[in-house]
């Protein structure tokens, strides 16, 4: 019996992310153009001691609007893929005050905003952000924006180690974004309406929408049609009032590989929505332990529409004790 002996050869590809952009915060702020009382601040932090922050003699201040922007745009017009990693401590005013991370790739007259904070962490966390959208982009900056309301002033957020990595790797599937997702539920009452933008160095071949209704296991598909440069459109059909609807996006490059990538999933419910939400606090007032509050929402309801879903959200200040609703 004559033995065959089979050689089998792997490629090992080197996935070593190269390094575009590091800063500690040891030798100054001269990497950005800052505007408020953004500054550098001593302390305990990551590495070193000190760190980048809006407000570095205190707290911030009330009806705020500042930012730190990385004065030396990148180039990422020849790799694959890239990250934006930095480490945050935050205590800012949860739901009335924010902190943006925000993209440009044409020196700031359009900012896409890809992180939002609000809220406190007591300890220093690792944000990692992909960039993967402005691959093939020759002029790509970032920027910190913060916001806050006429109310309660905070510490805000200290920042460190901030750091572009960039990456050339074998084929992977399209970068998927979806500014676009539905929040809270919301939907719309007529066929549901989107769009996604789609982007690969190879090109993109397709893009679709998979979807279920009312969490059954039946799965529906509907293809999204190409409108201009990254941008997909699709429709998804009406099911009526009270209708829940989830689905996933993905999409195809047009490499020999055809290379996929599926988002996570999404939802909402179909309807004509009401939001009884101004987003601004007019006034507020102070309960003290064990009391209580009544606040009544009457909605126009005509015939032939009817109430089938409410979605009630309840601010809770962290300093007072508050009973569940």
Do not use: C
């Amino acid at each position: 019996m004559r033995k065959v002996l089979a050689l089998v050869i792997l490629a090992i590809f080197s996935l070593s992310a190269e390094v575009l952009v590091s800063d500690d915060f040891e030798s100054g702020t001269g990497n950005w153009t800052l505007t408020g009382n953004w500054g550098l601040e001593e302390g305990t932090s990551v590495s070193g001691t000190h760190f980048l922050t809006e407000s570095p003699t205190g707290n911030y201040t009330t009806n705020e609007t500042s930012s730190a922007t990385w004065k030396n745009p990148v180039d990422l017009s020849t790799y694959n893929d890239a990250n934006v990693s930095f480490w945050i401590k935050s205590n800012i005013e949860e739901d009335f005050d924010y902190m943006f991370f925000e993209v440009s790739d044409d020196n700031g007259a359009y900012w896409r905003r890809l992180k939002t904070w609000t809220g406190e962490t007591t300890d220093w966390q690792k944000e990692v952000i992909s960039v993967g959208l402005y691959v093939g982009y020759t002029n790509v900056t970032f920027r910190f924006l913060f916001e806050s309301d006429l109310a309660i002033e905070a510490d805000g957020m200290h920042i460190d180690d901030f750091i572009i990595e960039a990456y050339n790797f074998p084929n992977t599937g399209p970068y998927i974004y979806y500014p676009n997702a539905p929040e809270n539920y919301e939907g719309t009452l007529n066929d549901f309406d989107s769009s996604v933008q789609v982007t690969d160095t190879d090109g993109v071949d397709s893009v679709w929408v998979e979807y279920s209704i009312d969490f059954s296991d039946t799965v529906f598909k509907v293809s999204a049609i190409n409108t201009s440069e990254d941008l997909w459109e699709f429709t998804i059909p009406n099911y009526g009032p009270g209708s829940q609807i989830d689905f996933h996006i993905g999409a195809q490059d047009a490499s020999e590989e055809h290379m996929e990538s599926n988002t996570l999933g999404y939802y909402y419910i179909s309807g004509e929505h009401r939001v009884y939400d101004s987003g601004i606090t007019s006034y507020y007032k102070l309960i003290e332990n064990d009391q209580a509050m009544a606040v009544r929402i009457s909605p126009k309801v005509f015939a032939p529409t009817g109430l089938v879903f409410a979605l009630i959200r309840n601010y809770r200040d962290i300093d007072h004790i508050s009973a569940d609703m």
